[in-house]
C-alpha cells in the first residue's frame, strides 16, 4: 500500500496541507507540550479545506491549546493521588486500570491523560509490570483488569498476548476489559493474531472503543471492530462529548446508531475533563444533558449511553443524568417531554 505514515510533527501536518504555513510558529510551541501524531486512516478522513472538519479538531493542535482554563488541571481524574504502584490505578474496590504504555496510535487534543501520555514515554518495565500483577494477585477484591494506557493496543500480538496470560493465571481475576482507539484509528493493526491474544479461556475479555465522530466508523474499522465480535469478544463503546465534534443530536444519533449496527453498544458519553488547554472542546454539563434529552427521544435504546462525569481529583466517574423523575418522585417525564404523575391517580 502507498500509504503516508502517521504524521507525527506540526511540518508533517502542513505538508499534508492540514496546518497552514503561518501558524506553523504557534503550533510548534503547542506540539512540544503535547503529542501529536495522526495515522493515515484519520488523515483520509481530514477535509484540509474545512477548518471546521470534526476529524480534524480531534487530532490537529491549535493555538487555543496554551490556553489554560481556571480549574482545569494536570492530573485531571485524581489518577497519581489512586496509583499505589507502577502502572495501576486503583480507584473502586473491585477493578484497576493497568497502564501497560504510555502511548497512543494518535494524540487527541482532548486527552485527559495529556500530560502523561506521548511517544518514547514507554510503557511498563518487565519488573514494573511484575509488581503491578502482584499487586492485583494479593487482593482477591479485584474481580476485573481494564488494560488502558495510553492504548495497550499499539503493542505487539505478542506482548498482548504474554499479559493476557499473566493476568489469566490470577483466580479471582474473571473479567479483562481493554480501552482503546486503534480498531477506529490504525484497523490494519487488528489482525487475527491481535484478536487470539486477548482471548483468555475461563475469563470474559471485553474490548471498548473509543470513537466520538461517525466518520471514524471507516468500513476498515467496522471490519476491524467484526474481527472481535465474530471471535466472541463484545465490544462497548464510550465517546466524549466535544464542541464542534458531536454536540449535536444528528451527529451523536447517527454514532450511536452506526455502533449498535457494528455489534457495539454505547456505554459511556463522557463529559470532557479539565485537561489543561481544551476549553474550546468542552461544553457545558445543560448543553450535554439536553442533548442526552433528545437521543432518548429520539433513538432506540440500544443507542443510549450513559452520560457521565469523572469527578476532578479522583472521586470516580458519576452519571450526570438528565432526571426523569420529579424531585419529589411524584411525577415522571416521557420520551415527548410530557410529565405523568406516578403512581396515576
Ligand atoms: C474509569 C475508570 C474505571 C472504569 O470505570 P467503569 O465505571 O467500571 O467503566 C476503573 N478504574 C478507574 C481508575 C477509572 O478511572
Ligand atoms: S487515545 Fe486515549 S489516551 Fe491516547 S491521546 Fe486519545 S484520549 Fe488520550
Same mark, same amino acid.
Given at each position: 500500500?502507498? *500509504?503516508?505514515?502517521?504524521?507525527?510533527?506540526?511540518?508533517?501536518?502542513?505538508?499534508?496541507?492540514?496546518?497552514?504555513?503561518?501558524?506553523?510558529?504557534?503550533?510548534?510551541?503547542?506540539?512540544?507540550?503535547?503529542?501529536?501524531?495522526?495515522?493515515?486512516?484519520? =488523515?483520509?478522513?481530514?477535509?484540509?479545506?474545512?477548518?471546521?472538519?470534526?476529524? =480534524?479538531?480531534?487530532?490537529?493542535?491549535?493555538? $487555543?491549546?496554551?490556553? !489554560?482554563?481556571?480549574?482545569? *488541571? +494536570?492530573?485531571?481524574?485524581?489518577?497519581?493521588?489512586?496509583?499505589?504502584?507502577?502502572?495501576?490505578?486503583?480507584?473502586?474496590?473491585?477493578?484497576?486500570?493497568?497502564?501497560?504504555?504510555?502511548?497512543?496510535?494518535?494524540?487527541?487534543?482532548?486527552?485527559? +491523560?495529556?500530560?502523561?501520555?506521548?511517544?518514547?514515554?514507554?510503557?511498563?518495565?518487565?519488573?514494573?509490570?511484575?509488581?503491578?500483577?502482584?499487586?492485583? =494477585?494479593?487482593?482477591?477484591?479485584?474481580?476485573?483488569?481494564?488494560?488502558?494506557?495510553?492504548?495497550?493496543?499499539?503493542?505487539?500480538?505478542?506482548?498482548?498476548?504474554?499479559?493476557?496470560?499473566?493476568?489469566?493465571?490470577?483466580? /479471582?481475576?474473571?473479567?479483562?476489559?481493554? /480501552?482503546? +482507539?486503534?480498531?477506529?484509528?490504525?484497523?490494519?493493526?487488528?489482525?487475527?493474531?491481535?484478536?487470539?491474544?486477548?482471548?483468555?479461556?475461563?475469563?470474559?475479555?471485553?474490548?471498548?472503543?473509543?470513537?466520538?465522530?461517525?466518520?471514524?466508523?471507516?468500513?476498515? =474499522?467496522?471490519?476491524?471492530?467484526?474481527?472481535?465480535?465474530?471471535?466472541?469478544?463484545?465490544?462497548?463503546?464510550?465517546?466524549?462529548?466535544?464542541?464542534?465534534?458531536?454536540?449535536?443530536?444528528?451527529?451523536?444519533?447517527?454514532?450511536? $446508531?452506526?455502533?449498535?449496527?457494528?455489534?457495539?453498544?454505547?456505554?459511556?458519553?463522557?463529559?470532557?475533563?479539565?485537561?489543561?488547554?481544551?476549553?474550546?472542546?468542552?461544553?457545558?454539563?445543560?448543553?450535554? +444533558?439536553?442533548?442526552?434529552?433528545?437521543?432518548?427521544?429520539?433513538?432506540?435504546?440500544?443507542?443510549?449511553?450513559?452520560?457521565?462525569?469523572?469527578?476532578?481529583?479522583?472521586?470516580?466517574?458519576?452519571?450526570?443524568?438528565?432526571?426523569?423523575?420529579? !424531585?419529589?418522585?411524584?411525577?415522571?417525564?416521557?420520551?415527548?417531554?410530557?410529565? /405523568?404523575?406516578?403512581?396515576? *391517580?
Amino acid at each position: 500500500m502507498n *500509504r503516508p505514515t502517521t504524521l507525527r510533527s506540526v511540518n508533517a501536518l502542513c505538508r499534508h496541507a492540514l496546518v497552514p504555513r503561518d501558524k506553523l510558529g504557534e503550533l510548534a510551541e503547542v506540539a512540544s507540550r503535547y503529542a501529536v501524531a495522526i495515522t493515515p486512516v484519520m =488523515a483520509d478522513l481530514i477535509d484540509p479545506a474545512d477548518l471546521q472538519d470534526p476529524v =480534524a479538531r480531534q487530532f490537529v493542535p491549535d493555538a $487555543r491549546e496554551r490556553k !489554560e482554563a481556571p480549574h482545569e *488541571r +494536570r492530573d485531571p481524574i485524581g489518577d497519581e493521588r489512586f496509583s499505589p504502584v507502577e502502572g495501576v490505578v486503583h480507584r473502586y474496590p473491585d477493578r484497576v486500570l493497568l497502564k501497560i504504555v504510555n502511548a497512543c496510535a494518535v494524540y487527541c487534543r482532548f486527552c485527559f +491523560r495529556r500530560e502523561m501520555v506521548g511517544p518514547g514515554r514507554g510503557g511498563l518495565s518487565p519488573k514494573a509490570l511484575a509488581a503491578a500483577l502482584g499487586y492485583i =494477585a494479593g487482593r482477591p477484591q479485584i474481580w476485573e483488569v481494564i488494560l488502558s494506557g495510553g492504548d495497550p493496543l499499539i503493542l505487539s500480538a505478542r506482548r498482548l498476548k504474554s499479559v493476557v496470560a499473566k493476568i489469566r493465571a490470577i483466580p /479471582h481475576v474473571k473479567v479483562i476489559r481493554v /480501552h482503546t +482507539r486503534v480498531p477506529a484509528v490504525a484497523p490494519e493493526h487488528v489482525d487475527a493474531a491481535l484478536v487470539r491474544a486477548l482471548r483468555a479461556k475461563g475469563k470474559a475479555t471485553f474490548v471498548v472503543l473509543h470513537v466520538n465522530h461517525p466518520r471514524e466508523l471507516t468500513a476498515q =474499522a467496522r471490519a476491524a471492530c467484526a474481527r472481535f465480535v465474530d471471535a466472541g469478544i463484545p465490544m462497548l463503546a464510550q465517546s466524549v462529548l466535544l464542541r464542534g465534534v458531536n454536540d449535536d443530536v444528528e451527529t451523536l444519533g447517527a454514532l450511536m $446508531r452506526k455502533l449498535v449496527e457494528c455489534r457495539i453498544k454505547p456505554y459511556y458519553l463522557h463529559h470532557a475533563d479539565l485537561a489543561p488547554g481544551t476549553a474550546h472542546l468542552r461544553t457545558t454539563i445543560a448543553e450535554g +444533558r439536553a442533548l442526552m434529552r433528545a437521543l432518548h427521544g429520539r433513538y432506540s435504546g440500544l443507542c443510549q449511553p450513559s452520560y457521565v462525569l469523572d469527578i476532578p481529583d479522583g472521586y470516580g466517574k458519576s452519571p450526570i443524568g438528565p432526571n426523569y423523575l420529579s !424531585e419529589d418522585g411524584a411525577t415522571i417525564e416521557d420520551f415527548n417531554g410530557r410529565r /405523568h404523575i406516578y403512581p396515576p *391517580r
